[in-house]
């Protein structure tokens, strides 16, 4: 399959993938009722068959058998997705998507910070200055929630970023670039521990079905198909281009809501969201203009 994709279709395939995931915030918002583990719940029922799916076809291999191979990283990295899936769903509930987007995309910049103790990976000088310049972008969002009575969603943002961190190190760890695997073994986590948290905070496991289809079309459609073109694309492009290509879903999303809801996000939110991202796109491009370097 990756023979037969060029680099600009690989391109178009993380692109496409970064707006499906976009539309997660705003699915999110339309929930009318569902707390946040009765969502991840039914979100994990819809990806789990997607993916379980996809890695069957693709490898011709039981999934089951993939995930056993792919040993502790994976469990570890699915862990960390649980945290990330979790705290993602909070933080949109109780913050702007704007806000709580612009705070998942400090991902990037806690992998390579604990990429150092963790893996004994170098971190460059241009890492460092763009985790500085990150670190007063967040500083200037989280005020701005503190001031709007948003603290928490804006704490659940920042776990759900140091959660998909992990889950990158883990990758890393376990020396295997496919996502799928971790990512379907998450989904099984994360039912197991909605289930418990929902019977231990004696929440109902059954939910209206518009929040029942909506959690559905989340976890199959928008998670589960987007991560399948995600790891289809991300064979023919560059790390360091999947970073900034990846900004599609953190610009998009904050538009989807504005255009179908109305919701706004205030000046510093915007403010301290575009230092983030100079941030991260500037460190993103410096790893672009390097690659002929590395490749040589």
């Not at 395939?13 to 976009?22: I, Y």
């Not at 496919?178 to 994360?190: F, H, I, R």
């Not at 989340?218 to 560059?238: D, E, F, H, K």
Request: proline share 3%; aromatic share 8%.
């Amino acid at each position: 399959m990756s023979g037969r994709l060029g680099y600009g279709s690989g391109i178009l395939c993380v692109m496409l993938a970064g707006t499906f995931w976009s539309l997660m915030g705003l699915a999110i918002k339309l929930i009318d009722s569902a707390a946040t583990w009765q969502i991840v719940l039914y979100r994990s029922l819809g990806l789990i068959p997607v993916l379980f799916l996809f890695i069957a076809i693709r490898t011709g291999r039981s999934p089951v058998r993939t995930i056993r191979e792919a040993g502790l990283p994976a469990v570890v990295g699915a862990t960390g997705l649980v945290a990330a899936f979790s705290g993602g769903i909070f933080s949109i509930q109780e913050t702007t998507v704007a806000n709580a987007v612009f705070l998942f995309a400090t991902a990037p910049l806690f992998t390579a910070v604990l990429a150092w103790p963790v893996l004994g990976e170098r971190v460059g000088k241009r890492t460092w200055i763009a985790v500085g310049a990150g670190l007063v972008g967040v500083i200037v969002m989280v005020n701005d929630g503190i001031a709007r009575g948003a603290f928490l969603g804006n704490l659940a943002a920042v776990i759900s970023a140091i959660g998909f961190a992990i889950f990158t190190l883990s990758l890393r760890w376990g020396r295997f670039s496919d996502m799928a695997s971790s990512v379907l073994l998450a989904g099984v986590l994360s039912l197991a521990v909605s289930v418990a948290m929902c019977l231990l905070l004696r929440q109902s496991l059954v939910i209206s079905a518009h929040d029942t289809a909506i959690s559905f079309l989340m976890g199959a459609g928008l998670l589960g198909c987007g991560l399948t073109i995600y790891t289809i694309g991300s064979r023919t492009v560059p790390a360091a281009e999947l970073a900034l290509l990846a900004m599609t879903e953190v610009l998009l999303a904050p538009v989807w809501v504005w255009l179908v809801l109305g919701e706004t996000a205030g000046f510093w939110t915007l403010a301290g969201g575009a230092i983030l991202m100079s941030a991260i796109a500037g460190n993103a491009l410096v790893g672009i203009r390097n690659l002929p370097r590395a490749h040589a």
